[in-house]
């Protein structure tokens, strides 16, 4: 199984508004994290938000808020009031385990967000 | 503060030659890791390193790469031969007991 999904094709949203990227994720650790991380057509990647499974509170980052909900191992990543730059790749990431030496991370297969003026 | 800084950007070479790429994590972080990305296997990762020391290279293709990290500001990832399918962006990243951070790539193409 997929330990990080992400299914949406492409997404397009209107510049001003806001829009929701999907992400479930599969482990069995307790003690795990789940990362956004952007990509724009340049090529670089950008890490966005971070959350931790034991954080109580949802994850925020100026427009960038993470919904985290535990039971239903989903971690969606809302953009608030979008601009045209927001226009990118969007991947998910999860770290299993502590921040110990494992701390790699496992990414899904990215959504494409585009802005519309 | 710069940020991980990996070189070349570019690299254009035969297939057969051998190519190396270089990556400087940043000052003070303890894990690198070395990533592959494509269209048709998205992001991969190659190795790891925590404190020098590879700790996971199970995703490396075949023995035609290897990895090197000989001191905590300095590390490679070679290809001998480079082979077409080789063709991908590289990524290193480092992190120190959390959030990787990633370099700018290096686009590798291989004719």
């Known amino acids: 199984a997929q330990k990080i999904t992400q299914t949406q094709p492409g997404m397009f949203v209107q510049e001003k508004e806001a829009v929701t990227l999907d992400c479930t994720y599969d482990?069995?650790?307790?003690?795990?994290?789940l990362f956004w991380y952007k990509q724009p057509s340049s090529g670089e990647m950008i890490f966005l938000i971070y959350?931790?499974?034991?954080?109580?509170q949802n994850a925020t980052e100026g427009r960038y808020s993470l919904n985290f909900q535990k039971a239903r191992k989903s971690a969606n990543l809302v953009i608030s009031a979008s601009q045209l730059g927001d226009s990118a790749m969007y991947f998910c990431?999860?770290?299993?385990?502590?921040?110990?030496?494992?701390?790699?991370?496992?990414f899904g297969k990215g959504i494409t967000l585009s802005v519309r003026p | 503060d710069a940020g991980v800084i990996q070189s070349p950007r570019h690299e254009v070479t035969e297939m057969g030659q051998e190519v190396t790429l270089r990556c400087k994590p940043i000052?003070?972080?303890?894990?690198l890791f070395w990533y592959r990305q494509t269209m048709m296997r998205g992001l991969e990762l190659l190795i790891y390193?925590?404190?020098?020391?590879?700790?996971?290279d199970s995703g490396m293709p075949e023995d035609r790469f290897s990895a090197k990290m000989p001191n905590a500001s300095f590390s490679t990832l070679k290809i001998q031969p480079s082979e077409p399918r080789d063709s991908a962006v590289y990524f290193c990243?480092?992190?120190?007991?959390?959030?990787?951070?990633f370099g700018p790539g290096t686009r590798l193409l291989v004719l």
């Open positions: 990431a999860m770290r299993e385990g502590g921040t110990g030496a494992n701390s790699k991370l496992t």
């Open positions: 990243a480092s992190s120190f007991y959390g959030t990787q951070y």
């Open positions: 482990t069995s650790d307790q003690s795990y994290g």
């Open positions: 390193f925590n404190n020098n020391v590879p700790i996971d």
């Open positions: 000052s003070g972080h303890n894990s």
């Open positions: 959350q931790g499974s034991y954080d109580e």
